[in-house]
């Protein structure tokens, strides 16, 4: 390893540390806590080492692709390194049963091809300090794949020094951007995901692009204004970005739901019409049982009585006769 680059990288750690901003991310001590490392750029890493930054530089483990890791006392089972494939470029030390004594600055250096070293300064605070999320200010809800574009413009008439956008997660902040407004110039973000924006002299409206979203970028979004004499504004933002398989998920139960009410009208009208069918066949039986009495009534038959009652009353007694003409009688 060229010590002289590593000096040079460990200079500017401790220049960082007189400045405001000296952190990529800032995580919250927990018991198990894990710091990530991911390389955002195109390339490949060959080599990676975690230092903590104390007095001394201070060596925790080496990653190597090929040769594996290497934990350093008094680190050993305490921390391990999970690998990652050299194509994710993407590695995190992992703490076990950690302490205040883990509090403090940690630095990975990363080997790179064919772009050279890359550093990344992660701070670990205690949960006091951490600080809460305040409410968002407003809400984007995006599909995946979309560009999203996040911006938000000063509502003072003051003169600021900076502007930064950090996502805010419940363990851990990242810093995205810094743009240093009396110069016109940002630093190199180390997110792990691509971040587009914009930095000039005395701008007031500041945005920030994500391309391609996924469900992965839902969040709290931070924007800070910073003037010189500590005052700030600020605008929190919350990205929805909605998961396809969750979405198809939901949407089976509706288009189950619809199913069955559409079993449901086919079956009553099935039910309908078999009842129409049962009234109209029994009309019809009944009108045909009704017209044999008809006939039978007009068929000129003479009824008697067998036995006439004592008293003279009898039943009626209906005579067929044949009508005749009834013409005049003309002379012969």
Known sequence: MDYVTLLLAV?????????????????????TMTLDCAYPLLGTFTQMEWFKIT????????????????IREPYVDRVHVLKSTPELKD??????????????????????????????????????????????????????????????????????????????????????????????????????????????????KSFIVLPHVAASDSGLYRCSFKAGSGENETFVVRLTVSDGKTDNQSLIPKAGGLVLLLLFVILMATVLVILYIRRRAKRAQGKESQDPQ??????????????????????DVYVNYPTFSRRPKTGI
């Open 91 to 204: 590695t995190v030390l992992a703490f076990y049963n950690a302490s205040e004594a883990d509090l403090g600055f940690y630095f990975c250096l990363l080997e790179t091809f064919p772009f050279g070293r890359w550093e990344k300064v992660i701070q670990v605070v205690p949960p006091e300090s951490f600080g809460m999320a305040v409410p968002p200010n407003s809400t984007v809800v995006s599909e995946p794949g979309e560009n999203v574009t996040l911006t938000y413009e000063l509502q003072t008439k003051g003169l600021m020094q900076q502007v930064t956008w950090e996502k805010i997660q419940s363990h851990q902040i990242d810093l995205l951007t810094c743009c240093n407004l009396s110069q016109g110039r940002s630093e190199p973000s180390k997110y792990r995901r691509q971040i587009l924006s914009n930095c000039s002299q005395g701008m007031t």
């Open 294 to 315: 008809n006939k039978a009534s007009n068929n000129y038959k003479i009824s008697f009585s067998v036995n006439q009652p004592s008293d003279g009353a009898g039943e």
């Open 11 to 31: 200079l500017h750690v401790y220049k960082a540390l007189g400045e405001e901003l000296f952190w990529d991310t800032r995580v919250k001590l927990a018991e």
């Open 55 to 70: 007095a001394k530089k201070e060596s925790i483990a080496i990653f190597h692709p090929v040769y594996g890791t290497v």
